[in-house]
């Protein structure tokens, strides 16, 4: 069965670094592409960057610049380095395995079909 | 603000059927697929509808989804008090080149 298990949360104070990592298992890693997304306390989900098998790589603007996404395959594992954080990166991060597909000339079906449970980060001085 | 706006809340009585809009733009809404995560109280979110309508294995066919021009629309038949969570749309935009998600609807079965 799909598992993603993830880990490397904890807190941190502002300005500081975080690594996370997200452990596969059940599929085969290198074939999908794969996300990882948050959610801040008592707020909705924020999808924040994902990388597809090819090592394609899209960021939202609130982390650009600041969070890396990266993948091994022979590890079967998915990472994201954090820095430069501030009190607004306080969230639960998921990462989750993505279905992506081009449906079209011009449209694109994304979503994630398996999630792990999450890794809390809480930025604070 | 959320690029993809849901209304904060709705409720319907147990039986009844709700639905859930999520209206965007063309270059996300217009353009490409639709999916829908249902939250439950102090869990992970899952996968309820993808490919604006259809449902993964285990989904249940009181969940229903649509997409009609730039808005998008969850339905709920039969409800029961164990649907009783936050639901969330999501799909791509085109133009920013990222995913998006709506702010989310919190459902509350009366």
């Known amino acids: 069965q799909v598992q993603l298990v993830e880990s490397g949360g904890g807190l941190v104070k502002p300005g500081g670094s975080l690594r996370l990592s997200c452990a596969a298992s059940?599929?085969?890693?290198?074939?999908?592409?794969v996300t990882w997304i948050r959610q801040a306390p008592g707020k909705g989900l924020e999808w924040i960057s994902y990388i597809t098998a090819g090592r394609i790589i899209y960021y939202a603007d609130s982390v650009k610049g600041r969070f890396t996404i990266s993948r091994d395959n022979a590890e079967n594992s998915l990472y994201l380095q954090m820095d430069s954080l501030g009190a607004d990166d306080t969230a639960v991060y998921y990462c989750?395995?993505?279905?992506?597909?081009?449906?079209?000339?011009?449209?694109?079906?994304?979503?994630?079909?398996?999630w792990g449970q999450g890794t809390a980060v809480t930025v604070s001085s | 603000q959320s690029v993809l706006t849901q209304p904060p809340s709705v409720s319907a009585a147990p039986g009844q059927r709700v639905t859930i809009s999520c209206s965007g733009s063309s270059s996300n809404i217009g353009t490409n697929y639709v999916s829908w995560y249902q939250q439950l109280p102090g869990t992970v979110p899952k996968l309820l509808i993808y490919d604006n309508s259809e449902r993964p294995s285990g989904i249940p066919d009181r969940f229903s989804g649509s997409r009609s021009g730039t808005s998008a629309t969850l339905g709920i038949a039969g409800l029961q008090t164990g649907d009783e969570a936050d639901y969330y749309c999501e799909t791509w935009d085109s133009s920013l080149r990222v995913v998006l998600f709506g702010g989310g609807t919190k459902l509350t079965v009366l």
């Open positions: 989750a395995r993505v279905r992506l597909a081009r449906r079209t000339a011009i449209s694109y079906n994304v979503y994630f079909d398996f």
């Open positions: 059940g599929f085969t890693f290198s074939d999908y592409c």
